[in-house]
């Protein structure tokens, strides 16, 4: 699938300097990008429910350790 991606000068201009940075293409540093963001927003994400349940699992011993 083609994709058209629309940058500003400042956008274009990090792009660059990441891509150079990495050794690699524009398009592959694009890729990486995309990919680490989405890596550390389903991890944040698994975190934020595990820490969820471990609250709720261990709730009255908390509470007491709290007092």
């Known amino acids: 699938m083609a994709m058209t991606l629309r940058l500003t000068p400042e956008d274009e201009q990090a792009l660059t300097q990441l ?8 398009q592959e540093a694009t890729v990486r990008a995309i990919h680490e963001a989405a890596s550390r927003r389903l991890r944040r994400d698994k975190v934020a ?13 908390l509470d007491r350790l709290g007092q």
Not at 19 to 26: L, P, T, Y
Not at 49 to 61: F, G, H, T
Request: hydrophobic share 50%; charged share 30%.
């Open 49 to 61: 429910v595990l820490s969820a349940a471990a609250r709720e699992r261990y709730a009255d011993l």
């Open 19 to 26: 891509a150079e940075a990495q050794g690699v293409s524009k």
